[in-house]
């Protein structure tokens, strides 16, 4: 019998309270959440800016869950260092931007983190294919990287689909992520197309009461997965 299959979800820190951080964390947690997710942005990869490793360092003293650290920035093998030493445990880039996808792996090596590889909405599948067995988590967007507040893109399910089989196939164990509009409902789609970790922003922070937004997302995932 193939053992039960670990659905992780991961809010999205960027959506919660920045006036009180502290308690966005300790309610998640409550709340059952796997991981966080920081989104890191450079005002050149993305329009927006966020935040740097200062803030990554921050919530590494205040939670032992994994951080995800989504970098959309132009220039990632120039920051990994400096955001494995602040506490990342994966470190995901993307392969849109200037640096080559062999020389941010060249230097993740040298980091003390797992390392992702992210893909904006538009950016087939087979970008990353030569990479799998050298990434812990391919990132699928479900919305264009830099904006909160979007709405789900159904495309990025064939996607999902083609990465999960192409994963099982090749006996890989790289995390399958998914990032962007992410409610209950498409929650569920996505674990049927195969994704095994959810990036929930809005829908953990925006309104309601968080333990209450995780346990829905939860069982959202579990059950869409068949």
């Given amino acids: 019998m193939a053992p039960p299959v670990r659905r992780r979800l991961a809010p999205s820190l960027l959506s ?17 959440a796997d991981a966080f997710h920081l989104d890191v942005m450079d005002g050149h990869f993305v329009p927006n800016l966020s935040f740097g490793p200062a803030l990554v360092r921050d919530v590494r003293r205040r939670t032992r869950l994994p951080l995800d650290v989504h970098l959309m920035i132009e220039h990632p093998a120039r920051y990994l260092p400096e955001f494995a030493a602040a506490g990342g445990d994966t ?21 003390r983190a797992k390392v992702g590889a992210a893909l904006r909405p538009e950016t087939p599948l087979d970008a990353v294919l030569p990479l ?23 495309e990025a399910l064939p996607k999902l689909e083609r990465a999960r089989r192409t994963l099982d196939e090749r006996g890989l164990a790289t995390e399958l992520a998914v990032d962007g509009g992410i409610l209950p409902a498409t929650a569920a789609s996505c674990a049927r197309a195969g994704a ?7 829908s953990v922070y925006g309104r309601g009461e968080v333990a209450g937004n995780l346990h829905a997302l939860r069982e959202a995932v579990d059950g869409g997965s068949g």
């Fill in 16 to 32: 919660a309270d920045f006036a009180d951080l502290a308690s966005a964390i300790r309610l998640a947690e409550l709340g059952g």
């Fill in 91 to 111: 470190l995901v880039f993307h392969l849109e931007a200037s640096d080559p996808p062999e020389e941010v792996l060249r230097v993740a090596a040298g980091c």
């Fill in 132 to 154: 799998l067995d050298r990434l812990d988590e391919v990132l699928i967007m479900s919305v264009h990287p830099g904006f909160s507040g979007q709405s789900f893109l159904p």
């Fill in 196 to 202: 095994r970790f959810f990036v929930c922003g809005n």
